[in-house]
């Protein structure tokens, strides 16, 4: 069993990343489906929750959330790991300056406010082997809007 955990700015294309690359039969985590308002309190407890149980019932999974720092990257692949799972990390390079374009290209309901991309980029952790995944990519997309997906190199 496979955890795919995503990471990069908010309107890097993680969630684009998803849709092509990660179909059924894998359980979707992501902070901004369990509440789209953004009580962050509330949903971590629903998503270790939903976590545990896709975890006991020994289903793929895909984590689609910022994933900035190694501190947060460690609650998934702990419990991957200690579930048997092997875990796959998927780093959307991107920059600040196309994040912002991006996002503004979203419907104004699904915009993130501009300070929100500035303060993830501030913290944000690039992934290392040392965390404890089995394999580890670069995803960008190219000029035609597909993903390219290269071996991590640190």
Known sequence: MDLALLMGLQASGKTSFRTH???APHTVISLDQIDPKGNVKNAREREAKLLGE???ARRDVV???TNPTREERARYIE???QAGYRVVGYYLRSDLKDCIARNAGRPAAERVPE????ATIKKFERPNWD???D???YVFPDRHGNFVIKEYRE
């Open 21 to 23: 690359r990660f179909l």
């Open 63 to 65: 984590i689609d959330n």
């Open 54 to 56: 896709a975890l006991a």
């Open 135 to 137: 394999e580890l990519y």
């Open 115 to 118: 300070i929100a991309l500035k």
């Open 131 to 133: 965390e404890g995944y």
């Open 79 to 81: 419990a991957a790991k």
